[in-house]
């Protein structure tokens, strides 16, 4: 007996594999070149995720790497009239401990250190915060707002600061009103004070950004724990959240003192002529036409850097920041 229209047999049903598709790829035009490519050859794939990680390390390598290499081999340069010429003297490092520039230094190593106590007393407890009561679906949207000050220029940001702090601004004002003052307040603007509160404002987000990743690796069962055994907030936050989040701190502390030392910009527009950086002083230098002093700042300034790094690894091991607690 023949089959009858439409494709039915003689139960009356449809043959699933004469009016379906096979697959869905092959429904949709057939597979996929590329999968089927490194399917069929899977030393390509392999190949080729080389390449993808090699791409990137080899552009790091050059142009970030060689140049902080190439910085130390600078500084022992001699200088010339307009530039430097190859050889070994000390003569830069000697300048540089022997005057002014040493006690301007350890200054500005004060005033960052200041500013990452503050940064971390005004920045963390917003991470934690974030982290511990706004709703997971929404935590990073809040994050991503402090981001928003770094799409203004970060001279505008510094500058927009005079009006605020100066003898007549916005801050010397609001306190007359309200009686707290008798007179203006003239140690904030063109004082070490004014370079504080600029270094606090511009990197505090740092803090912020490190502290919620290293929060954001703590499970909450963990303040549910606490909570159950009826710790106080002050115990919870001194023997759980400082330990755990002790590496991010470590690491957006570490931002906000290079920074500090780094930006020449602080110092000009809110320090005043008393105040200099390790940046300032590069640039001081670079002005002078003395190259190898300038590459020398820059290795003591890198220098300081990993050994901060190397003493943090040592003590609080930074891979546990990208690391999630089981």
């Not at 759980?240 to 910009?265: H, M, R, T």
Request: some cysteine; aromatic content about 12%; overall charge positive.
């Amino acid at each position: 007996m023949g089959e009858s229209p439409g494709g039915l047999g003689k139960s009356g049903l449809t043959n699933p594999v004469s009016t379906s598709p096979k697959n869905k790829n092959e429904g949709r035009g057939g597979r996929n070149p590329a999968s089927s490519l490194f399917v069929r050859y899977p030393r390509l794939g392999d190949t080729a995720g080389k390449i993808l990680f090699a791409v990137p390390v080899a552009f790091m390598c050059l142009f970030f790497a060689l140049p902080l290499a190439l910085t130390y081999v600078w500084s022992f340069f001699e200088r010339t009239m307009f530039w430097m010429k190859p050889g070994f003297t000390l003569f830069s490092y000697h300048n540089f401990f022997t005057s002014a520039r040493l006690e301007n230094f350890l200054a500005s190593m004060g005033h960052s250190s200041i500013s990452v106590i503050v940064a971390f007393i005004f920045g963390f407890p917003i991470a934690v915060f974030i982290r511990r009561r706004i709703p997971q679906v929404a935590q990073h949207r809040v994050i991503l707002l402090f981001i928003l000050p770094f799409a203004v220029s970060e001279i505008i940001r510094i500058f927009a600061l005079r009006p605020f702090l100066q003898r007549n601004g916005l801050v010397n004002n609001i306190l007359l009103e309200l009686g707290v003052i008798s007179e203006p307040i003239t140690a904030i603007l063109y004082t070490p004070m004014g370079v504080i509160i600029g270094e606090v404002l511009s990197f505090l987000p740092f803090i912020v950004f490190a502290g919620f990743l290293a929060m954001e690796a703590v499970p909450k069962y963990v303040f549910e724990i606490c909570e159950d055994l009826g710790a106080s907030q002050y115990r919870v936050f001194v023997d759980v959240i400082l330990p755990l989040a002790a590496p991010g701190i470590f690491a957006g502390s570490v931002f906000i003192f290079v920074n500090g030392l780094g930006v020449a910009l602080l110092p000009n527009i809110l320090g005043g002529p008393g105040a200099v950086n390790a940046g300032l002083i590069a640039t001081q230098a670079i002005t002078a036409l003395d190259f190898p002093l300038a590459m020398a700042v820059n290795a003591i300034m890198m220098t300081t850097l990993l050994g901060l790094l190397y003493i943090g690894h040592k003590l609080f091991d930074l891979t546990k920041i990208l690391s999630p607690m089981s």
